[in-house]
């Protein structure tokens, strides 16, 4: 692989991931990393992609949090809730969290990246060369719009509780699961979720909270199943 310009190193320390996901990206993944940071560094000057711009943030509030929505598919021999996963979208993908973090983790899954905004979609075609990657597919279009299922759906700061559901419990094949990154969670949203679940004819299966391994901020994320 060619070797990145970009001068700034991403934190890699393979003992923080593997404490706190039980997982360590290979020296391949590890250039990955930094390749799709000095991507979205340059692409970041003309397109809004995120307010991040230090390799601390990028590493912790981009790359940690979009695999540790996947974290019950990182350890290994793991089929959780016993769904198979071959196709994924990441909905409103925006800059490629977490669909492209979890396709550089996860080069057995197809990841499709549905974005609504064109241009940041050409910043996502670009990147199945510039990784290495050959399990993206970037898709311009609107979650509402979008004809095809899946076994695995993510989203994560798209919309509130309604509109995520709206957009990825019909785009779930029988058993397949959506994964929603939330910030804040709290109690009175279950009653929520309990009244819109009936209508997608799918269950809640796990809520887990944890934080950020470095700057501790409180994260949930949501582990939805269409029945
Ligand atoms: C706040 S950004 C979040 C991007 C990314 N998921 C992240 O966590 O950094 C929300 C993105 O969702 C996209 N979006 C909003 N509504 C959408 C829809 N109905 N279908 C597809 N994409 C949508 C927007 O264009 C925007 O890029």
């Known amino acids: 692989m060619m070797a990145t310009a970009n001068p700034l190193l991403l934190p890699l320390n393979a003992a923080l991931w593997q404490e706190t996901l039980h997982w360590q990206p290979s020296d391949r993944q590890q250039e990955q990393f930094q390749r799709f940071y000095g991507a979205v560094l340059r692409a970041n000057q003309s397109i809004n992609l995120t307010r991040i711009t230090t390799a601390t943030d990028f590493w912790e ?19 959780p809730w016993g769904a198979s996963i071959q196709r994924v979208v990441d909905i409103g993908s925006g800059g490629g969290f977490p669909g492209v973090p979890v ?13 609504a905004t064109q241009k940041k979609v050409r910043f996502l075609e670009s990147l199945p060369q510039q990784l290495g990657l050959s399990n993206l597919r970037p898709q311009w279009g609107r979650a509402e719009a979008h004809q095809f299922t899946y076994d695995l759906a993510m989203i994560r700061a798209v919309g509130d509780l309604a509109r995520c559901c709206q957009y990825g419990l ?19 949203e279950v009653n929520t979720l309990n009244a819109l679940l ?23 994320c949501l582990y939805l199943q269409r029945t």
């Not at 396709?103 to 974005?115: F, H, K, N, S, V």
């Not at 785009?171 to 709290?186: A, E, F, K, M």
């Not at 009936?198 to 994260?219: E, I």
Request: no cysteine; net charge positive.
């Open 61 to 79: 509030k981009h790359l940690w949090d979009s695999l540790r929505g996947i974290a019950p598919w990182l350890l290994p021999r793991s089929s």
């Open 103 to 115: 396709a550089i983790a996860r080069p057995d899954w197809q990841i499709t990246l549905l974005e």
């Open 198 to 220: 009936p209508r997608y004819h799918s269950q809640l299966l796990d809520v887990q909270d944890f934080v950020t391994p470095l700057s501790h901020a409180q994260r949930h």
């Open 170 to 188: 019909p785009r779930l094949r029988p058993g397949g699961i959506l994964i929603l990154y939330r910030g804040q969670w709290t109690a009175p």
